[in-house]
């Protein structure tokens, strides 16, 4: 098993930790909930996801290969996101690899440094530095948050 399967195998298990505390009403750090529906079965699925306020915007970045969550959203462009006990109703736009660059770059810079270790340990950046970050960008799915489609 690879060091990036085996992170991937912890970061699971603590996923599912995270849910149940938030669906409990505990919000924590940048975590939320991001609920979408499954691009086959359009099953709702939830992944615990860091809501990242960035320059005036906030954005969510994939962390993992092959996500499913990014495939997901991709598909429908609408999820949820819950923090604690309240829901809003987002669309979320992907950015083009060039926006994706100084997202990257800043999230790194203004970020604990394990924030850009994850980059590297899971394979998507050659460096935790925000520039090796940001040239990565053609691999790390970035999504911003957009308008409220509803509150819940």
């Known amino acids: 098993m690879t060091t990036a399967q085996s992170y991937r195998r912890m970061v699971n298990t603590g996923n599912k930790i995270v849910v149940g505390l938030q669906r409990l009403g505990v919000a924590f750090g ?18 615990p996801i860091a809501v990242n306020p960035i320059e005036g915007h906030h954005y969510i970045v994939q962390a993992y290969p092959k996500a499913a969550w990014v495939a997901n ?65 053609d691999r790390i799915a970035v999504f911003r948050v957009e308008r409220s489609v509803g509150r819940s």
């Open 73 to 137: 959203v991709r598909a429908a462009g609408a999820v949820t996101l819950t923090r604690g006990r309240r829901s809003s109703a987002v669309r979320l736009a992907e950015l083009p690899v060039e926006e994706r660059r100084p997202v990257l770059r800043r999230l790194v810079e203004t970020s604990p440094p394990s924030v850009g270790k994850r980059f590297v340990t899971t394979g998507l950046a050659e460096g935790a530095t925000p520039e090796a970050v940001a040239a990565a960008a």
């Open 30 to 47: 940048p975590m939320q909930l991001l609920t979408v529906p499954g691009r086959r079965t359009g099953v709702p699925r939830t992944f």
